[in-house]
T-cell receptor
């Protein structure tokens, strides 16, 4: 079953607002990844994080690898309509050989 | 051409029928995966393969089988489809976990 707790499950925000979502686990992770899935498509990698405390940006997106190595968050600043979709966190546990995925956050934007 | 190609994109099949979903990749990666997506459940791993001779079950392999015909091809079969296998299926490839996975566009399967 799911080993990553991703929240919130869904968000409906006004265009221009900032968005924040996070993933937590009881296990330690070596790698955190954030993906976005557009309707009708497969997930696409947005940001990859490799070190505890690491803060990485990709345009209006910023993600951080938690200091405890058990969590990560993704922020989207000044949301626009094309930000709609499902955002997934994924992680590689210490000594793990596969990615574990969160259940996803559905983002809807009102223009 | 897409890096990871899945066929068909959509399929409706009847209960009890055998169906195969196909995946091919041009990334040259050894690792390939099949996932199933259901609303609210995220992505669940069905099978994965780290090379042509290596096949492993994921968390929900019951009712499914796979074949790794070549480095570039990894197919998923439902031997006797049932309605609760209605879902969106994704194939993915990876050079190594730290680099993440590259996903195909998915196959939407409906079992009636």
């Amino acid at each position: 079953g799911q080993q990553l707790n991703q929240s919130p499950q869904s968000m409906f925000i006004q265009e221009g607002e900032d968005v924040s979502m996070n993933c937590t686990s009881s296990s330690i992770f070596n790698t955190w990844l954030w993906y976005k899935q557009d309707p009708g498509e497969g997930p696409v990698l947005l940001i990859a994080l490799y070190k505890a405390g690491e803060l990485t940006s990709n345009g209006r997106l910023t993600a951080q690898f938690g200091i405890t190595r058990k969590d990560s968050f993704l922020n989207i600043s000044a949301s626009i309509p094309s930000d709609v979709g499902i955002y997934f966190c994924a992680g590689q546990r210490a000594y793990g050989n596969k990615l574990v995925f969160g259940a996803g956050t559905i983002l809807r934007v009102k223009s | 051409d897409a890096d990871v190609t899945q066929t068909p994109r959509n399929r409706i099949t009847k209960t009890g029928k055998r169906i195969m979903l196909e995946c091919s990749q041009t990334k040259g990666h050894d690792r390939m995966y099949w996932y199933r997506q259901d609303p609210g459940l995220g992505l669940r791993l069905i099978y994965y393969s780290f090379d042509v001779k290596d096949i492993n079950k994921g968390e929900i392999s019951d009712g499914y089988s796979v074949s790794r015909q070549a480095q570039a091809k990894f197919s998923l079969s439902l031997e006797s489809a049932i309605p609760n296998q209605t879902a969106l299926y994704f194939c993915a490839t990876s050079e190594g976990i730290s680099y993440g996975y590259t996903f195909g566009s998915g196959t939407r399967l409906t079992v009636v």
